[in-house]
């Protein structure tokens, strides 16, 4: 096993760059509710331990604290922020508000001796973001100052631990790397042997721990979550797994197909393909209310799911016990209380809705402290096409979010061809990894054209392009005139039904990306 490092969170937004930091320096870490019980931190591969910042002022009544039999262990605790204050605040010190919230780029003076600041100059700019200040922390020595924060940095030898009022986690601290490498190099003595591969050897040995010779089954989108996590489980126990993969009949141009081609023919995995298109289209017809389209997906989706899972587990004489999901870090930590407890659930549209307490399955999740692009790196690692690990954004709702009005087979068929139309020119661009997303918008709007000697009327296609690291906020991508010139003319010649194209240049906020 490799050395591991524990991060407990209170809370704070960024606890997930820290768990991000950590693995860039090649050491693997978890991320744990700050209330996780004793016995859980008591484990010989654990070789630090990382207590995370938080929201709450330590004296607040209810404020998030820790057993202070954390720090008994001889493992070296680096306190960040919060982590640092309710250390002071456990160890009989004094946490005060301070005049000033600090906030912001702030200078301090390192002791260069420390091994936490090895190898850097005196003077360092650090994020602070804090409202209450320590004035004293027993047993301390103060490693760094600045002059509003005289503790910036302490170490008690005592307790083996190192605390920081700054965040070295976030890019504005321009050595925070250095720092957090620093701790679990030269203070955990970390061998920094950990890689992508070793996770996935890892994560394999886990699953089989996990699930013995039980069935699991997998809700399989073709997105890069479900895809990469299909592989790994199917890495990991083989015909022991079944992904079942439900046509809602509102996929895009040949998804099916190649989702069939991909995982049951190259790669050998038990697929269980639903048609389920006549189902879903029956449930749309006549729905244009956005929210409703959503809703009947979301719930003719769970119906579906659920039906399948029951009968392969009636199939499976018993031996189905856990369902398999692609979910991310980030999923997780949104739902997951820093006082742990029973709110540690999937929230509850994620992946397959609500579906794991409803199954009565226990959960596989290989990805639940990763990020995506850890999840990307891996799918290349176990040899998935770029095509797949590559592969935009796509919503659980399909094509129908992208036909605006009323959904029928004939408007998902157009749909369907100009969409191909789009993704083809932009591949042939080059252009797939620098567009987040690009896809054709079908309009119920019918203007006037004419083709050869006829007057056509027909519906309108918007082309919708934009740049984006998230999701969370986009720019309508500056595509070359010629490339749209080219996907028009494609689309309008190629399309039967479409006589006209547009270009969406509205941007997120206040725009969305989908259209509906
Ligand atoms: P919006 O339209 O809100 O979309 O700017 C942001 C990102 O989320 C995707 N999206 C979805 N993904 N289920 C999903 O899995 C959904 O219901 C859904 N709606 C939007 C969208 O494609 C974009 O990447």
Redesign the pocket.
Known sequence: MHDKIIILDFGSQVTQLIARRVREANVYCEILPCSVPLATLVDPNIKGIILSGGPASVYAPGAPTIDPRVYAGGVPVLGICYGMQITAHVGGGKVAPADHREFGRTEITVDTANPLFKGLAAKQTVWMSHGDRIESIPGSTVIANSSNCPLAAVTVPKLAFWGVQFHPEVAHTANGVTMIRNFLREICGCTGDWRMGSFIDEEIARIRTQVGDQRVILGLSG?VDSSVAAVLLHKAIGPNLTCIFVNNGVLRKDEAAGVRKLFADSIGINLDYVDATDRFLAKLAGLTDPEKK?KAIGYEFIAVFKEEAERLKKNGGGHVKFLAQGTLYPDVIESTSVHGGPTSVIKS?HNVGGLPADLGLGLVEPFRFLFKDEVRAIGKELGLPDSVVWR??????GLA?RIIGEVTRERVRVLQDADAIVRAEIATAGLEREI??AFAVLLPVKSVGVMGDERTYEDTCALRAVT?SD??T?DWAKLPYELLGTISNRIINEVRGINRVVYDITS?PP????WE
């Open positions: 997105g959503r549209h935009q954004p796509f919503p659980g709702p979010v987040w997303q984006s999701g969370m986009a997120k725009g969305t990306i989908e």
